[in-house]
């Protein structure tokens, strides 16, 4: 079985013998270099990988990847797209053959793009970036995906999981004017849509993201209830942040009805009511946020919602409730979740001097 690892960089040097690595598995190694500045190429070739120089003038992403996908050999059994700041845990390519030799098309596996500060995991979902040589196109100019042509069956490959470490210097600028021309290719698909008010929202553009969030759940294909929850909170915050609080929670009440199952919304609706001063609010939103223990597979998911904070908004609240054992037992379970949360153990020491001794 021929599998092959192919990639677009630019300006990648500080990753490259670290990637190069993890990716070392594979048959081999293709790499298109868009125009670095830097000594990527070289480094790419004195390691193996075969590059190739082309700049993609407008850039968008979706034709980069595909110009790198046209280097892999024909003979690929499976295709496998990277980012140097990317690497795999050792072993993915037992698992990949496996699920290749189970049928598939494609391949699903687990993905962290991100870490916290005290190196827990961040925001954890799975994607699926590995598939057959012939069938698969990739689309958008940015958040682009890999779509099968006609009809294609995809195998979760267990035990794998693809580790992103984002270079925090790397500029964003280009993602919104993407974003926008995305949409204005494809006016009716409803992903992008999503992506570009929540592209609004994060710039602070709040009226912008209201609209364009609002046109996401009209569209007639926006039927994936985790993001129409999600549009549904991001509007929720715009809301809040122009001071419309009371809509605010007309959204997020909404949102919890979209999408009953995810701890998200039911978070975000505690956290509501714990800035508002409602006790007995906050108390029942998130324990309902904390009897949902299964995380989503989906990059719906967020990491507050699986850490320390639905503890930290239960203890406050039960403490102006005046459930101080109770209160002390969820800072309990938050520390345990943050043990370097220094806040959290500042209120445990509070608690625990103003709570009766049992």
């Given at each position: 079985?021929?599998?092959?690892?192919?990639?677009?960089?630019?300006?990648?040097?500080?990753?490259?013998?670290?990637?190069?690595?993890?990716?070392?598995?594979?048959?081999?190694?293709?790499?298109?270099?868009?125009?670095?500045?830097?000594?990527?190429?070289?480094?790419?070739?004195?390691?193996?990988?075969?590059?190739?120089?082309?700049?993609?003038?407008?850039?968008?992403?979706?034709?980069?990847?595909?110009?790198?996908?046209?280097?892999?050999?024909?003979?690929?059994?499976?295709?496998?797209?990277?980012?140097?700041?990317?690497?795999?845990?050792?072993?993915?390519?037992?698992?990949?053959?496996?699920?290749?030799?189970?049928?598939?098309?494609?391949?699903?596996?687990?993905?962290?793009?991100?870490?916290?500060?005290?190196?827990?995991?961040?925001?954890?979902?799975?994607?699926?970036?590995?598939h057959a040589r012939k069938g698969f196109v990739w689309k958008h100019p940015v958040h682009e995906v890999i779509v099968p042509e006609g009809q294609a069956r995809y195998v979760m490959a267990e035990g794998v999981t693809l580790m992103h470490h984002p270079d925090p210097t790397k500029s964003r600028?280009?993602?919104?004017?993407?974003?926008?021309?995305?949409?204005?290719?494809?006016?009716?698909?409803?992903?992008?849509?999503?992506?570009?008010?929540?592209?609004?929202?994060?710039?602070?553009?709040?009226?912008?993201?209201?609209?364009?969030?609002?046109?996401?759940?009209?569209?007639?294909?926006?039927?994936?209830?985790?993001?129409?929850?999600?549009?549904?909170?991001?509007?929720?915050?715009?809301?809040?942040?122009?001071?419309?609080?009371?809509?605010?929670?007309?959204?997020?009440?909404?949102?919890?009805?979209?999408?009953?199952?995810?701890?998200?919304?039911?978070?975000?609706?505690?956290?509501?009511?714990?800035?508002?001063?409602?006790?007995?609010?906050?108390?029942?939103?998130?324990?309902?946020?904390?009897?949902?223990?299964?995380?989503?597979?989906?990059?719906?998911?967020?990491?507050?919602?699986?850490?320390?904070?639905?503890?930290?908004?239960?203890?406050?609240?039960?403490?102006?409730?005046?459930?101080?054992?109770?209160?002390?037992?969820?800072?309990?379970?938050?520390?345990?979740?943050?043990?370097?949360?220094e806040r959290l153990r500042k209120n445990l020491e509070y608690v625990s001097r103003n709570s009766p001794q049992e």
């Amino acid at each position: 079985m021929k599998i092959y690892v192919y990639a677009i960089a630019r300006n990648e040097s500080k990753f490259v013998e670290r990637w190069m690595q993890s990716m070392s598995e594979a048959d081999g190694i293709y790499v298109l270099d868009t125009g670095s500045e830097d000594d990527t190429a070289a480094k790419l070739r004195a390691l193996g990988a075969t590059v190739k120089s082309a700049e993609i003038e407008p850039f968008r992403f979706d034709e980069a990847r595909n110009a790198s996908l046209e280097m892999v050999p024909e003979n690929a059994d499976l295709c496998v797209c990277t980012d140097l700041d990317e690497q795999f845990t050792a072993g993915w390519r037992a698992a990949f053959e496996k699920a290749k030799r189970s049928g598939a098309d494609a391949v699903r596996y687990r993905y962290v793009w991100d870490y916290l500060p005290d190196g827990r995991e961040g925001h954890v979902f799975w994607i699926c970036k590995a598939h057959a040589r012939k069938g698969f196109v990739w689309k958008h100019p940015v958040h682009e995906v890999i779509v099968p042509e006609g009809q294609a069956r995809y195998v979760m490959a267990e035990g794998v999981t693809l580790m992103h470490h984002p270079d925090p210097t790397k500029s964003r600028a280009s993602y919104l004017p993407l974003l926008e021309l995305s949409v204005r290719e494809d006016p009716s698909d409803d992903r992008n849509v999503h992506y570009l008010g929540r592209e609004y929202m994060f710039r602070g553009m709040y009226e912008q993201a209201i609209r364009t969030l609002e046109r996401h759940l009209s569209l007639p294909s926006a039927q994936w209830r985790d993001e129409r929850a999600a549009s549904m909170r991001y509007i929720a915050s715009c809301k809040a942040s122009l001071g419309r609080r009371d809509e605010a929670e007309e959204w997020l009440l909404r949102a919890i009805a979209e999408a009953p199952w995810l701890r998200e919304p039911w978070l975000d609706e505690a956290r509501h009511c714990l800035d508002r001063g409602e006790w007995y609010g906050a108390v029942h939103y998130a324990k309902r946020a904390l009897a949902i223990e299964r995380r989503s597979l989906s990059y719906i998911n967020t990491p507050e919602a699986w850490g320390s904070l639905p503890y930290d908004i239960l203890s406050v609240a039960l403490w102006y409730i005046g459930d101080k054992d109770g209160s002390r037992k969820a800072l309990d379970a938050a520390i345990e979740l943050a043990p370097t949360d220094e806040r959290l153990r500042k209120n445990l020491e509070y608690v625990s001097r103003n709570s009766p001794q049992e």
